[in-house]
């Protein structure tokens, strides 16, 4: 059965404080791998990942895919009290698209 | 542009009662899907629709039916509502492969 496993679960770091958030996949027909933010309400987007090796950068956030290993993460550096949110992956594989539990991520002043 | 809407934003029901998830897309997108959320679960897949007149079952799909009205509507029916349906459904329409799913605002709806 396809699964996506994110680690931690949970994580509470300072400001200032670098991250690295994991994602793990088995998914069958894999296409591409996603990761959004979500804070009070819906999701929103953050990079979309379909060639290994190959980073995608956003201001402080960076993520990259491995396909032989079958893992992303997800770097975010200096860490802001505005970072704090719930961070999820999703694969998408042809069909539907699954997500990871997720990870909630607490920066304190 | 609105996106996704989907109504209503909160409902409480009483356990048995049927209620209908209504979501609409005006993006022209072939697939929609409904995922619920609980605490420490993520977003779980309950059914999806790949196209119009299509739906597949996702990861939960016990306890709900879906219908794909047209290309832009995908209707979410409990028709027995149960405690364990507590949760934050979300709807979200997607254009296909290499593309970002666009959420919907998310129903919160408890069960007593």
């Known amino acids: 059965e396809d699964k996506v496993v994110q680690s931690p679960l949970s994580l509470v770091v300072h400001e200032g404080d670098t991250v690295t958030l994991n994602c793990s996949y088995e998914v069958t027909n894999f296409r591409s791998l996603l990761w959004y933010k979500q804070e009070k309400k819906a999701p929103t987007f953050l990079f979309m990942l379909?060639?290994?090796?190959i980073e995608k950068k956003s201001g402080r956030l960076s993520s990259i895919l491995d396909k032989k290993e079958l893992f992303s993460i997800l770097n975010i550096t200096a860490t802001q009290t505005g970072d704090s949110a719930i961070y999820l992956c999703a694969s998408y594989n042809n069909n539907d698209m699954r997500f990871g539990a997720g990870t909630r991520l607490t920066v304190k002043p | 542009n609105a996106g996704v809407t989907q109504t209503p934003k909160f409902q409480v029901l009483k356990t048995g009662q049927s209620m209908t998830l209504q979501c609409a897309q005006d993006m022209n997108h072939n697939s929609m899907y409904w995922y619920r959320q609980d605490p420490g679960m993520g977003l779980r897949l309950i059914y999806y629709s790949a196209s119009e007149g299509t739906t597949d079952k996702g990861e939960v799909p016990n306890g709900y039916n879906v219908s794909r009205l047209n290309k832009r509507e995908f209707s979410l029916r409990l028709e027995s509502a149960a405690p364990s349906q507590t949760s934050v459904y979300f709807c979200a329409s997607w254009r296909g492969a290499y593309e970002k799913l666009f959420f919907g605002s998310g129903t919160q709806l408890s069960v007593l």
């Open positions: 379909t060639s290994s090796g």
